[in-house]
């Protein structure tokens, strides 16, 4: 019997899509070789349309529900484990490499799934100021974040680079180029753990594409770049993103509490005492 | 018009001595500036030349990033707590001459000396002392993340606080353990001056304090210069944004405190007294050069005339004058250029179709000087609806409900500040959580706090100044 096929597509807006453009490139895995969406400037605002979206509807959640939607994203890769070794595998990956990667993978999405309802009282406080007054610090998310992954090819790498963003309450567009196919496997569990549609998005291709897009498009307010890129890239995204005082941060940190202090932004309001 | 006669009460300039001429401060002493060029910087309001500063070219930039370069050094090597004593030590030296530093301020900038004495000097040695406190606790700030200081910093601050940016920028920056190389504003470096003498008295490790005066080509060269490992900014939009540009692709940190445009809300639920006064401290505080000020009014649209009315009638109490005479609220505008622009800006809002009320006063004969003044009839796209006017001009527009005011207040690039004004507690709330700016004030505005994180949302700007957070400007993470 033939073997059916899988076509991946990119994940935005809750459902799998391929490039308007219709391009694609192509990604070797050991036995294997798939044909993966080519991401254009076009794919990249419809994303960031739907990621805007997205984040209204994943901040709307309470942090109760929203730490249950990602710890539900753990026990779905829990329930499909083999597939992810299996595939870490044919990308190279060692069987106990694999094995070990997912583990982790799944340890990092249960730690980040508990802190969507604490890290606000890690990084707010009260403010002793002098004088009579109420004054208190507390943090929001800054919204539509772009997230250039990593390019190691590792499932815990991959979800370290969208999980800081969406734990605090971004949406994000996850890019990624050689580890596309991982990444789209992986939208397909994001599908079943009932994340806003719009909330988190996956797209693939060559980011020499599209890099001034993501600089200049104002409504993405945040890039993060986990992956080794050139400094030429990083440097048109600067120039680009200062027009609209984006906040760009290379390689941030990826564990414990300073991996989702750039996603966050400080608000203080004051408030007199009186009778 | 207002009747009520004050007897003239002038704080006595005497107290502060200016030199003719000033170097730049670098590596502990005052030294020549290899450019061989100065400015002069003037009092605005009198046009009389107070002194001479350097202007730095490049040669004077690297000479004192090398010498922040060997104030590392030392400022590594001694310990935190030592570092935490200099900053006491300067916090209370502060204090001691508050006065001298005062009638400075208001000399060189034109503020009131009310508020230089009231306001500016009390804040800056409590940021100092505030800081000094956090020198040896940089451990405890943030839980277990490791980090550490960023080394040489250059700072470029404006010229509406001149004092007060200053402390905020050199006291978390020194006691984090980096060293500094700071560039006043080019109209009002005066106090910064008389500042590096006190880093001199408390015997600061040279190199650890470096002061550059010079205007934005000075700034410039410190901005790209190559041994410089994170930038702070405060100052116009335009300039943050030139300067996000310049660092493009360096491994240079960058915090930036920027413009504003915030909406001061009035519901109509507000003690209206209470509102009158709070939007006339936040759009009249220190002339309106403040980047926080509450320049738009939104009031809620079935009080708008009773709350017009009452605020004219306060408006016509401000008094418009001296500085240095301690009746003073309204100072001198702080340039010819600074304004030409606001001047610029209110023919267009009249031209728009504005209406304009100005309070009746007479205006001294030298100076620079600008009428508090009230746009009413706005439309949300007039240019004094959306742009930084930064001077005494507030703005005012209507909404009908809750809604509509968080739709109009967000309405804009800027995210530094909001005010609400409102006797419902739930409505404060539902309001301040919706509102995307920095810092908001319920029922009160312009308060700011040492201990208090201030700093913008969207173009006004990233990274905050005071409190816990503050120290995450001078401190990287390096784990």
């Not at chain 1, 963003?165 to 990444?183: H, K, P, Q, R």
């Not at chain 2, 041994?227 to 540009?245: E, L, M, N, W």
């Not at chain 2, 009746?327 to 505008?333: K, R, S, V």
Request: one cysteine or more; charged letters at 25%.
């Amino acid at each position: 019997m033939t073997e059916v096929k899988k076509t991946y597509k990119n994940y935005v807006n809750g459902k799998f899509v391929r490039s308007e453009s219709g391009k694609v490139y192509s990604v070797n895995l050991k036995n294997e070789k798939f044909e993966i969406p080519l991401t254009s400037k076009k794919d990249l605002r419809d994303a960031v349309t739907h990621s805007k979206e997205g984040f209204k509807h994943w901040n709307k959640l309470t942090m109760y529900n929203r730490s249950q939607i990602l710890y539900r994203l753990s026990e779905m890769i829990e329930g499909n484990k083999d597939s992810y070794i299996s595939l870490l595998h044919q990308h190279g990956l060692s069987k106990n490499e694999s094995k070990k990667d997912v583990e982790n993978a799944i340890n990092t999405i249960v730690w980040y799934s508990g802190i969507v309802d604490k890290w606000e009282q890690l990084t707010g406080n009260l403010n002793p100021v002098a004088g009579e007054y109420f004054n208190i610090s507390h943090q929001e998310p800054i919204g539509v974040t772009f997230s250039l992954s990593s390019n190691k090819v590792s499932l815990n790498h991959l979800v370290k680079s969208f999980l800081p963003a969406m734990s605090v309450g971004c949406s994000v567009i996850s890019f990624t180029d050689e580890n596309a196919i991982l990444a789209l496997k992986l939208s397909e569990d994001i599908n079943n753990s009932d994340f806003p549609s719009g909330s988190i998005n996956f797209i693939t291709g060559n980011f020499g594409n599209i890099v001034e897009d993501v600089g200049g498009h104002v409504e993405v307010k945040l890039v993060a770049i986990y992956s080794d890129i050139t400094n030429e890239f990083i440097k048109t995204l600067s120039e680009r993103g200062a027009d609209s005082v984006k906040r760009i941060f290379n390689k941030p940190a990826v564990d414990g509490l300073a991996s989702i202090l750039p996603f966050i932004e400080t608000k203080t309001v004051w408030h007199p005492k009186g009778k | 018009m207002n009747n009520w006669n004050y007897a003239e009460s002038k704080e006595s300039e005497k107290i502060v001595s200016i030199e003719k001429k000033y170097g730049h401060f670098i590596g502990g002493d005052f030294i020549s500036p290899n450019s061989k060029k100065y400015l002069d910087t003037i009092s605005p309001s009198t046009e009389e030349v107070l002194s001479s500063i350097s202007i730095g070219n490049e040669k004077d930039v690297d000479f004192a990033v090398q010498s922040a370069k060997e104030g590392l050094k030392q400022w590594e090597k001694t310990s935190p707590s030592e570092r935490s004593k200099y900053l006491f030590k300067l916090a209370r030296l502060i204090q001691e001459r508050s006065r001298e530093f005062a009638v400075l301020e208001s000399l060189d900038g034109g503020k009131p000396i009310k508020e230089s004495r009231d306001f500016d000097l009390p804040q800056v040695a409590q940021n100092f002392f505030y800081y000094a406190g956090w020198a040896d606790k940089i451990n405890l700030a943030w839980g277990d993340q490791r980090t550490q200081p960023y080394g040489v910093v250059g700072q470029i601050i404006p010229w509406n606080f001149p004092l007060l940016m200053l402390s905020w920028k050199v006291a978390p920056a020194l006691a984090s353990g980096n060293t500094v190389v700071l560039k006043p504003a080019e109209t009002t470096p005066l106090t910064a001056l008389l500042f590096a003498e006190l880093c001199d008295e408390v015997g600061l490790p040279k190199g650890v304090f470096n002061l550059i005066t010079g205007d934005g080509t000075t700034g410039s060269h410190l901005v790209n210069h190559k041994d410089i490992r994170k930038i702070a900014f405060t100052g116009s939009t335009s300039v943050g944004k030139y300067i996000q540009k310049s660092l493009a692709g360096r491994d240079v940190g960058l915090t930036l405190e920027l413009g504003g445009k915030a909406a001061n809300i009035v519901y109509n639920d507000a003690s209206l007294d209470e509102a009158v006064e709070g939007v006339v401290n936040g759009i009249f505080f220190n002339q309106g050069h403040v980047c926080c000020a509450g320049s738009r009014l939104l009031v809620q649209e079935d009080i708008h005339d009773e709350f017009i009315k009452k605020l004219e009638k306060r408006m016509q109490m401000l008094r418009v004058g001296d500085p240095l005479d301690k009746n003073t609220d309204i100072g001198a505008i702080n340039s010819k250029d600074q304004l030409d622009k606001i001047t610029q800006l209110v023919n267009e809002g009249v031209k728009d179709g504005g209406e304009l009320f100005q309070i009746e006063c007479e205006l001294p004969k030298n100076g620079y000087w600008f009428k508090p003044s009230l746009f009413t009839s706005v439309q949300a796209n007039y240019k004094i609806a959306t742009e930084e006017i930064f001077g005494p001009v507030l703005t005012t527009l209507t909404f009908r409900t809750p809604e509509e005011a968080v739709e109009i207040a967000n309405n804009t690039e800027y995210g530094l500040s909001a005010g609400i004004w409102t006797e419902k507690g739930s409505k404060i709330l539902w309001t301040a959580d919706r509102l995307e700016a920095g810092v908001i004030w319920a029922n009160t505005f312009n308060k700011f706090d040492p201990a208090s994180p201030f700093g913008g949302y969207k173009e006004s700007g990233f990274g905050r100044e005071g409190g816990r957070h503050g120290l995450l400007s001078y401190l990287k993470d390096s784990s």
